[in-house]
């Protein structure tokens, strides 16, 4: 996908970037936003790691990072990375949902 925006200069690169830098900060919150609900609705903290979900989502965006021109290694990382830290986060929303038994 061609980039309609040719920038003349560094700075006018960096606006750009940060501009996108504050959308995808809003839309990652958007998704920990879903996760925190995901966590509600499984029952034990087994159910958190989802292997065959994380498997299809990585390949739903391998599917997008080609249909739109983006580095696909670069999409893949990103991703790993996100979905590892969400688990994380899950794993945390889970807990404090779901506290164990006091005996």
Not at 20 to 46: H, M, N, P, S
Not at 53 to 67: E, I, M, P, S, T
Not at 81 to 96: D, K, L, V, Y
Request: with cysteine; charged share 20%; aromatic share 4%.
């Amino acid at each position: 996908m061609p980039n309609p925006n040719i920038c003349t200069s560094l700075d006018e690169v960096r606006q750009h970037i940060d501009r996108l830098d504050e959308v995808l900060v809003r839309l990652i919150a958007q998704r920990g936003d879903y996760v925190r609900q995901a966590a509600a609705f499984k029952r034990t903290r087994a159910e958190i790691p989802a292997p065959q979900r994380v498997a299809q989502v990585l390949a739903h965006v391998d599917d997008l990072a080609l249909a739109h021109g983006a580095p696909r290694p670069v999409v893949a990382a990103v991703w790993q990375a996100m979905i590892s830290a969400f688990i994380e986060m899950e794993h945390a929303t889970h807990a404090a949902l779901h506290p164990p038994p006091q005996s």
